[in-house]
């Protein structure tokens, strides 16, 4: 949620950090806004609406400097609008901040500010925030002198320490024309190293086409940027950060030929699935060997109990690795949806491995249910996408599931590639713990080393499934539906539907629908069932039928040669034939396609969806 890009260097800084901002886009916002640092003192632009609103008002009022701050606001505390959007100053109107996250304590604090004498433009917490770091900056700077930068950093650290919640900030004062501020607590915050120039931003996408180096802070760490030089510290205790390369490049975030982020990326997941299996998997020995896990095995191995923790997509994806684990390899499996578990007293049993799951490994909840089984000297592995995210840093063990940059806000390829990773870890623990042959973890193997070649399959049927987004995109209303490993499919089948193209769409196991559900099956009300040839074919088929006798349109996806569904379905969408436990790889691909497709016919901006943010940094 917002987008903070920042930069103190020898080029104007305007272009940079307007072409920062349209990188951060997938994150979600309904605002912008910049300031520069020149010679005449502060200049600031902001404004409601997209980026390009953003950028006409700096072409119609030219910004100059080379230095700034930009900022793109998802709103939380006050509606959007021109004056709720960031940056804000503070009441001198020399400091100016921007913000990621929420200060909980923001009433309080303002009301201490305005019994000061303090004047507020804005309804947003941020400029409670602005106010505070400028009060201390005033009570530290002698009268009729100007501050220094190390000052400014001490009352970062000073209001910080008052204000309770999260944040991310960047900031500049108009009498320090060469300095940078930056600090995080719970949202995150990347400094990126450049050749006389540096740079700050939410993640690293606004970073890669000037630099690959990149520091990620820590919570609680406070750093000063010059062109040259930079400067961290932990509270008020000077630090030093391990400097990462960034392993994709700037060309990897980009359209790349096609229309949508969302679309590229489905399109990139039989790619990223090859290239894992390539890294890890030697199928004809029946083993996986993950570099990352390898000084852990043993002790993985010995847990007795996996927690699954996640929200959104990537709880749809803990509830596959379920399935997974517990057919494969005979662990006890529980699935957490990390926003309930972190507020419960939950007992956990020796053994136990926490396993949280999130793409940008930046996720509230599940960082907060992470740290709540932390506290209690439970193992935590990761599960993430991003290297160097907060989750990856404070998990124990880290598996990354190397989905590439996920621009789209509707996750798709790192969905995939968090199914991938499961089936992986699933199997090795079945071949470790004996419950798997060698025979048979080789053929498991070998199923898996065609699926990228079945996912291409899928997605040279593209056509088709464009012909049945025309026949549907009016309806407003679907039921998915699955059983077993393709349950899971259908609740992300729906929220894939629901995220990006505005339409009620529900996902059940299929038995369930007659718990309520089938009640609401009538002609304008089209199901979608998962159903491939497998284990429960016959019993899906029944759930099927009992739609069709009250006239309610069915999609199926089913697996390719399957004759008879075609007879009972008014449309099928055809995918080939693989294991059981690894269809869901091949069946939520078409899906993915669908949702895309229905949303393009009905005009919906599909890489940013209204009121969505990628990655949910904040309760």
């Known amino acids: 949620m917002c987008g903070i890009v920042g930069y103190v260097g020898r080029r104007e800084a305007a272009p940079i950090l307007l072409d920062g901002l349209k990188r951060l886009e997938y994150r979600g916002y309904d605002s912008a806004g910049i300031c520069t640092l020149d010679g005449s003192g502060l200049q600031l632009r902001k404004c409601v609406g997209r980026v390009d609103a953003l950028i006409a008002a700096v072409r119609a009022r030219p910004l100059q400097g080379t230095l700034g701050i930009s900022h793109t606001r998802w709103a939380t505390h006050g509606l959007p609008s021109d004056t709720n959007a960031h940056p804000h100053l503070d009441q001198s109107g020399r400091l100016v901040i921007v913000h990621n996250g929420i200060i909980e304590n923001y009433a309080d604090l303002r009301r201490q500010l305005v019994e000061a004498g303090h004047q507020f433009q804005s309804q947003t917490d941020t400029e409670v925030l602005a106010h505070l770091i400028g009060r201390h900056l005033d009570a530290l700077v002698p009268r009729g002198q100007r501050p220094v930068p190390e000052q400014v950093v001490t009352a970062v650290h000073q209001a910080t320490r008052e204000a309770e919640g999260t944040y991310a900030i960047a900031v500049l004062h108009a009498d320090l024309p060469d300095c940078l501020v930056g600090a995080r607590r719970g949202s995150p915050l990347v400094l990126g190293l450049g050749r006389d120039e540096n740079f700050l931003a939410s993640d690293v996408s606004p970073i890669l086409p000037h630099t690959r180096r990149v520091i990620y802070l820590h919570d609680g760490d406070i750093v000063l940027l010059r062109a040259d030089s930079y400067q961290l510290w932990a509270g008020d205790q000077s630090v030093e950060r391990p400097v990462d390369t960034v392993q994709w490049s700037a060309e990897e975030a980009e359209l790349g030929g096609f229309s949508h982020y969302m679309l590229k990326e489905i399109h990139e997941q039989p790619g990223r699935v090859a290239d894992e299996l390539k890294r890890v998997l030697r199928a004809d020995k029946g083993e996986v060997a993950w570099q990352e896990l390898a000084p852990h095995l043993d002790e993985l191995a010995s847990m007795r109990r996996f927690i699954l923790v996640a929200c959104g997509t990537s709880w749809h994806a803990a509830l596959a690795g379920e399935y997974l684990i517990e057919n494969l390899a005979g662990i006890p499996v529980e699935v957490e949806c990390a926003s309930e578990m972190r507020y419960r007293k939950r007992p956990f049993e020796e053994g136990s491995l926490v396993i949280a799951i999130s793409q940008s490994g930046e996720t509230a909840d599940t960082l907060a249910a992470a740290r709540l089984a932390r506290r209690q000297n439970v193992r935590t592995l990761a599960l993430v996408n991003v290297i160097g995210s907060t989750l990856a840093r404070e998990s124990d063990w880290t598996l990354y599931m190397r989905a590439g940059p996920e621009i789209g806000v509707a996750s798709t390829k ?206």
């Open 414 to 619: 790192a969905f995939t590639m968090q199914l991938l990773q499961l089936t992986l870890l699933a199997l090795w623990l079945g071949r470790r713990r004996g419950l798997l042959s060698v025979r048979e973890t080789r053929r498991i193997a070998r199923a898996l080393e065609a699926i990228p070649g079945k996912m291409k399959k899928v997605l040279e049927d593209e056509s088709r499934i464009i012909r049945l987004a025309k026949k549907y995109y009016r309806f407003t209303d679907f039921l998915y539906m699955g059983r077993q490993y393709n349950f899971p499919i259908a609740l992300e089948g729906a929220l894939k539907l629901k995220e990006i193209s505005y339409i009620h769409a529900e996902g059940y196991p299929s038995a369930e629908m007659k718990h309520g559900p089938i009640a609401l099956i009538a002609p304008d009300f089209p199901s979608v069932f998962v159903i491939p040839r497998d284990e429960w074919y016959e019993k899906n088929l029944s759930n099927l039928e009992e739609i069709k006798a009250r006239n309610g349109p069915i999609i199926a996806v089913a697996t390719a040669g399957d004759r008879e569904i075609r007879r009972k379905v008014d449309d099928v969408i055809y995918v080939p034939r693989t294991l059981d436990c690894l269809q869901p790889l091949l069946t939520v691909v078409p899906l993915q396609l669908f949702a895309y497709h229905v949303a393009l016919l009905r005009g919906c901006d599909v890489d940013k969806p209204r009121n969505l943010a990628k990655s949910v940094t904040v309760e």
